[in-house]
Each structure stands twice: as C-alpha cells, then as structure tokens.
C-alpha cells in the first residue's frame, strides 16, 4: 500500500470515528454507566468505536469532562504498557509519569476552557526506553445542545520526518560551505515551470547578493 493510499485510508477511518463519537456523546453526559444488559445499543456503540480505534496506527483516546479515559486505541495501550481495560475511567496521572502528565492534563484544561484545538510536538517514553517524537492534537468533543463534555486526542509518530529534515539541513549546510571553499555554486532549471534556482553562492558567483 502506498503512503497516499494509507492516508486516505486512515482519514476514512477517522470519519467512520467521528459517526462513532457523535453517537457516543450522550453516554458521557450520564455519571452512571450502565451495563450491557441495560442499555445493548450504547455497548454495540462501544465495540464498534473500539474496532475502529484499533484499527488506526495511531494514538487515539477520548475523555470525559473529569478528564477520564472513555475509549482509547491498542495502539496507545501498547505504548503506555497497560492494557485496556486497565485505562478506562483512569486519568493521565494513572497512565503516564507524573512529569509528562502534569502537561497532558493542562492541555487537556486549556481544550475545554477556550473550546479551541491545541496540538503540541511532545516526547513519548515508549515501556522499551525508546523515545519517540509525537505530532499531538486535541480537541473538544460537544453534544446537542454545544456543551464541552470532554476531549478527543490524536497522536502520530513523527520521529523519522524529523530526522529526515534535520539530515536535509545538514546536507544543505555541508553543501553550502563546500560551494563557498571551492568558489562553485548550483542551479536547477524546471522545465514543467520553465524556471531556474539558483544557490547563494550562485548568486555571489555572478555579482548578485
């Protein structure tokens, strides 16, 4: 499958949530939770926006109003090292170490007190000691009436786009500082715009800086 493929894939996948979460949303106006027996249609709710969540290869959670866990993917399970049912109805302190959920919470706070999306670039301890750069967003969730009744969260891994750029940086200085040594410079033409680039030592080559 290709990148674009999987993108419009996960995007498909995304709205199939929000369809889930819109049903949803009554259930976290209710303190109590009822069981399978008493409501079956919040519960086949439930299985379904699970299935939907593990199917996404990213980090995916909603809270409640208290900044409880209602729902989150196998996927944040696997990194925080804890299984489902073990985060469900916990808040970040339960999930996280103390110094990285202080930030999630407040980002949480921020999210229902402004109503307004806040999307962070945070460091993920994964249980293997690795440490992964992650593209954080979060939102609030409303209901009928436009009430905040908690948070929705999305997480990607954006470790490898960051150390590919940082390479590119530091092949773009190497090749800067080798074309002023050697008094040479760089030019790319584009023939579908029919339009030429030049490097700055290009540009002090020919008198121009």
């Not at 007190?113 to 249980?127: C, K, M």
């Amino acid at each position: 499958m290709s990148k674009k493929e999987s993108q419009k894939d996960i995007l498909q996948r995304i709205q199939l949530l929000e369809q889930e979460l819109a049903v949803l949303r009554a259930s976290l106006s209710h303190e109590d939770a009822s069981t399978p027996e008493e409501n079956p249609e919040d519960h086949l709710s439930q299985l379904k926006l699970q299935t939907i969540l593990d199917t996404i290869p990213a980090l995916l959670w909603l809270k409640d109003r208290n900044l409880q866990f209602v729902a989150v993917s196998k996927h944040f399970s696997d990194i925080c090292g804890l299984p489902i049912p073990k985060i469900i109805g916990k808040t970040d302190q339960d999930v996280w170490p103390e110094r990285f959920a202080k930030g999630y919470l407040e980002d949480d706070r921020m999210v229902i007190e402004q109503g307004t999306p806040v999307t962070r670039i945070e460091s993920i301890h994964y249980p293997d000691k690795r440490v992964r750069l992650h593209e954080t967003s979060k939102a609030p969730v409303f209901d009928d009436q436009g009430n905040i009744i908690g948070t929705v969260g999305v997480g990607h891994d954006i470790t490898l786009q960051k150390q590919t750029e940082e390479r590119l940086i530091h092949v773009n200085e190497l090749l800067h500082e080798l074309q002023v040594l050697s008094r040479t410079g760089g030019w790319e033409f584009d023939r579908r715009t029919r339009r030429s680039y030049w490097t700055d030592n290009h540009f002090r080559l020919y008198g121009y800086e």
